[in-house]
């Protein structure tokens, strides 16, 4: 098989995890890596050990060697760069959000499916291989009809004032914080699940800190180490450091989450409940081996990841045999396994199990829709 050539640009928190779920699979060389300036690049490169390093993603996109392109840059370059990788003709893997704000999601898609080239997100916790069997299994009616999907995605980086990132400015992240950058992933999960649309939502913001003390210097999320006093300025903060969210799905059911990146001792708790009408289910990213099976007239179970006992249409989802966990890296490993083999085979498939920029649009189109029940105080519908 021939081995695809690969760029990644943006390499803080999460542009390694892309580099590794590439090296998972197998016949993928990652052979450049563009950064902000040279020597970041190089740095960079020398330290994840990729051979070519660019100061401008520009450059990158040049190399003819390249096909495929994975964007991990802040949220406001996610348009542009998104959009440069597919004028190059190059294959786009994305971070969410798809773009900062829903009229450049809908170009982005517009582009994408005008080009012919693959275009993926990186929702990686529907590629959950147990968040994929729940699938299968509310596919096949196994759970009843479902009514409703509850839970939280609860975070405690940004618990203190003196905890700071670029994801809090509007002019960086976009205007919803909380929801926009975690929240969307449950919203994801939850329409891959239901096999539905969030058509309507109720939304309640809330900033518990209008003002926080910034380091005068950059931070990477997740970066941990506080900086000294004298180090730090004060900066007022416009997004939400959690979110209550009722919606409306369009096949009738209804779902409610609670978005928090201020919960003491919750590190990256995402935990949903489906409730059917036969049966529930509930799966806690932190505990990603085990699916919750909860019963009214006999005993509940929890399957244990196994491949042998996950339906067979998406078993290839779990790598390890029974008895060997697997955690957060598999959905990314998952989405570039099925988008690799989309782009080996020339082209995005009909309806692929990864996110593709439709997903990352349809995200974009619920966060407005929640940012504006949020100021407005009122049910809002979701404009696509
Ligand atoms: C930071 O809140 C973050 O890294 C998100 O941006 C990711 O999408 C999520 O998976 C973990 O938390």
Same mark, same amino acid.
């Given at each position: 098989?021939?081995?695809?050539?690969?760029?990644?640009?943006?390499?803080?928190? +999460?542009?390694?995890?892309?580099?590794?779920? &590439?090296?998972?699979?197998?016949?993928? *060389?990652?052979?450049?890596?563009? *950064?902000?300036?040279?020597?970041?690049?190089?740095?960079?490169?020398?330290?994840?050990?990729?051979?070519?390093?660019? /100061?401008?993603?520009? #450059?990158?996109?040049?190399?003819?060697?390249?096909?495929?392109?994975?964007?991990?840059?802040?949220?406001?370059?996610?348009?542009?760069? %998104?959009?440069?990788?597919?004028?190059?003709?190059?294959?786009?893997?994305?971070?969410?959000? &798809?773009?900062?704000? =829903?009229?450049?999601?809908?170009?982005?898609? #517009?582009?994408?499916?005008?080009?012919?080239?693959?275009?993926?997100?990186?929702?990686?916790?529907?590629?959950?291989?147990?968040?994929?069997?729940?699938?299968?299994?509310?596919?096949?009616?196994?759970?009843?009809?479902?009514?409703?999907?509850?839970?939280?995605?609860?975070?405690? @980086?940004?618990?203190?004032?003196?905890?700071? %990132?670029?994801? +809090?400015?509007?002019?960086?992240?976009?205007? =919803?914080?909380?929801?926009? !950058?975690?929240?969307?992933? @449950?919203?994801? $999960?939850?329409?891959?699940?239901?096999?539905?649309?969030? !058509?309507?939502?109720?939304?309640?913001?809330?900033?518990?800190?209008? #003002?926080?003390?910034?380091?005068?210097?950059?931070?990477?999320?997740?970066?941990?180490?506080?900086?000294?006093?004298? !180090?730090?300025?004060?900066?007022?903060? *416009?997004?939400?450091?959690?979110?209550?969210?009722?919606?409306?799905?369009?096949?009738?059911?209804?779902?409610?989450?609670?978005? $928090?990146?201020?919960?003491? /001792?919750?590190?990256?708790?995402?935990?949903?409940?489906?409730? /059917?009408?036969?049966?529930?289910? =509930? @799966?806690?990213?932190?505990?990603?081996?085990? &699916?919750?099976?909860?019963?009214?007239?006999?005993?509940?179970?929890?399957?244990?990841?196994?491949?042998?006992?996950?339906?067979?249409?998406?078993?290839?989802?779990?790598?390890?045999?029974?008895?060997?966990?697997?955690?957060?890296?598999?959905?990314?490993?998952?989405?570039?396994? &099925?988008?690799?083999?989309?782009?080996?085979?020339?082209?995005?498939?009909?309806?692929?199990?990864?996110?593709?920029?439709?997903?990352?649009?349809?995200?974009?189109?619920?966060?407005?829709?929640?940012?504006?029940?949020?100021?407005?105080?009122?049910? $809002?519908?979701? #404009?696509?």
């Amino acid at each position: 098989m021939e081995t695809v050539k690969v760029g990644v640009i943006g390499t803080g928190f +999460i542009g390694p995890a892309h580099v590794e779920a &590439l090296r998972r699979i197998g016949h993928i *060389e990652v052979v450049a890596l563009a *950064e902000v300036d040279q020597a970041t690049a190089k740095a960079k490169a020398d330290a994840l050990g990729i051979p070519r390093a660019y /100061g401008d993603y520009r #450059e990158l996109l040049e190399d003819d060697e390249v096909i495929a392109v994975h964007n991990c840059t802040p949220n406001k370059l996610h348009y542009p760069v %998104n959009r440069a990788i597919l004028e190059a003709g190059k294959h786009c893997i994305s971070e969410k959000p &798809l773009a900062m704000n =829903s009229d450049e999601s809908r170009r982005l898609v #517009e582009l994408a499916e005008q080009s012919g080239l693959v275009h993926a997100m990186n929702f990686n916790y529907r590629l959950n291989p147990l968040v994929q069997h729940a699938r299968v299994m509310i596919e096949r009616g196994e759970i009843g009809e479902v009514r409703h999907a509850r839970g939280a995605y609860a975070q405690d @980086w940004l618990l203190k004032p003196t905890d700071y %990132n670029w994801r +809090i400015n509007v002019a960086d992240a976009g205007p =919803s914080r909380c929801f926009a !950058d975690i929240g969307s992933h @449950w919203c994801d $999960t939850v329409q891959t699940l239901a096999g539905a649309h969030i !058509d309507e939502v109720m939304a309640d913001f809330t900033i518990v800190h209008d #003002e926080r003390l910034r380091p005068r210097g950059e931070v990477e999320s997740f970066a941990g180490k506080q900086p000294s006093a004298e !180090d730090l300025e004060p900066c007022k903060v *416009e997004t939400e450091d959690l979110a209550m969210v009722m919606m409306k799905l369009s096949n009738g059911a209804t779902a409610s989450l609670v978005a $928090t990146q201020v919960s003491a /001792g919750f590190k990256n708790a995402f935990t949903f409940t489906v409730d /059917g009408s036969e049966a529930s289910i =509930s @799966w806690d990213q932190e505990r990603p081996n085990e &699916l919750w099976i909860g019963h009214r007239d006999r005993a509940n179970e929890k399957l244990v990841k196994d491949p042998d006992l996950l339906h067979e249409e998406i078993a290839e989802l779990a790598h390890f045999p029974g008895g060997h966990p697997e955690g957060y890296p598999v959905g990314t490993k998952n989405m570039c396994l &099925l988008a690799y083999r989309d782009i080996r085979a020339g082209g995005p498939a009909e309806k692929p199990l990864y996110a593709t920029f439709q997903d990352g649009h349809a995200e974009m189109c619920i966060v407005d829709a929640a940012v504006e029940s949020a100021r407005d105080r009122r049910w $809002t519908k979701v #404009e696509r």
